[in-house]
Antibody, heavy 117, light 111 residues
Framework: QIQLVQSGAEVKKPGASVKVSCKTS????????MIWIRQAPGQGPEWMGW????????KYTQNLQGRMTITADTSTTTGYMELRSLRFDDTAVYYC??????????WGQGTLVTVSS | QSVLTQPPSVSGAPGQRVTISCTGS?????????VLWYHQLPGTAPKLLIY???NRPSGVPDRFSGSKSGTSASLAITGLQAEDEGDYYC???????????FGTGTKVTVL
């Protein structure tokens, strides 16, 4: 079955960077885009960006452009999301998910990133 | 910054029917972009319930149905069950933002 397993929780100081991984299995990695979404405490999901796992092309939401990078390693079928210059309001649960025809069918379990001084 | 508006909460007794609205604009739902619905339990990832406005992935009970008209969409849950409690989110694409947008979320309570 299709599985997306994310790396563990992180605690970072303001200004630091974080890199979250998403190890996939059970499907052909290049057949799906991978999307990253975050959800701040008590808030709804927020789309961050996605990567075409076949071509490597990326698309980012405007308000995070320049601070984040999404990559995909086809040899290990793993996606990565790096967020830099962390701020307190970046505290959230970060999810990876498969994206095909606008559908987010399969999700990782989520990674809590806490930004605290 | 949610651009799709949902009621904060809805409730109903077991067996009843409830509906959740999702109001957008001419740059998202009104432009014809697909609406999707997700159900989220505390501490877990959202689960896809409806895609393409009205379609259910395999395994989703037919108690869940979606509809769309103009700049709004709705999710109906018939025969409400205790396991239906949780948060529900709509999702679409917005041409102005050039990206996906989610609703503000609705908490469903089974009385």
């Amino acid at each position: 079955q299709i599985q997306l397993v994310q790396s563990g929780a992180e605690v970072k100081k303001p200004g630091a960077s974080v890199k979250v991984s998403c190890k996939t299995s059970g499907y052909t990695f290049s057949n799906y885009n991978m999307i990253w979404i975050r959800q701040a405490p008590g808030q709804g999901p927020e789309w961050m960006g996605w990567i075409n796992a076949y071509s490597g092309n990326t698309k980012y939401t405007q308000n995070l452009q320049g601070r984040m990078t999404i990559t995909a390693d086809t040899s290990t079928t793993t996606g990565y999301m790096e967020l830099r210059s962390l701020r307190f309001d970046d505290t959230a649960v970060y999810y990876c998910a498969t994206l095909a025809a606008g559908r987010l069918d399969y999700w990782g379990q989520g990674t809590l990133v806490t930004v605290s001084s | 910054q949610s651009v799709l508006t949902q009621p904060p909460s809805v409730s109903g007794a077991p067996g009843q029917r409830v509906t959740i609205s999702c109001t957008g604009s001419s740059s998202n739902i009104g432009a014809g972009y697909d609406v999707l619905w997700y159900h989220q339990l505390p501490g877990t990832a959202p689960k896809l319930l409806i895609y393409g406005d009205i379609n259910r992935p395999s395994g989703v009970p037919d108690r869940f149905s979606g509809s769309k008209s103009g700049t709004s969409a709705s999710l109906a849950i018939t025969g409400l069950q205790a396991e239906d409690e949780g948060d529900y989110y709509c999702q679409s694409y917005d041409s102005g933002l050039s990206g996906y947008v989610f609703g503000t979320g609705t908490k469903v309570t089974v009385l």
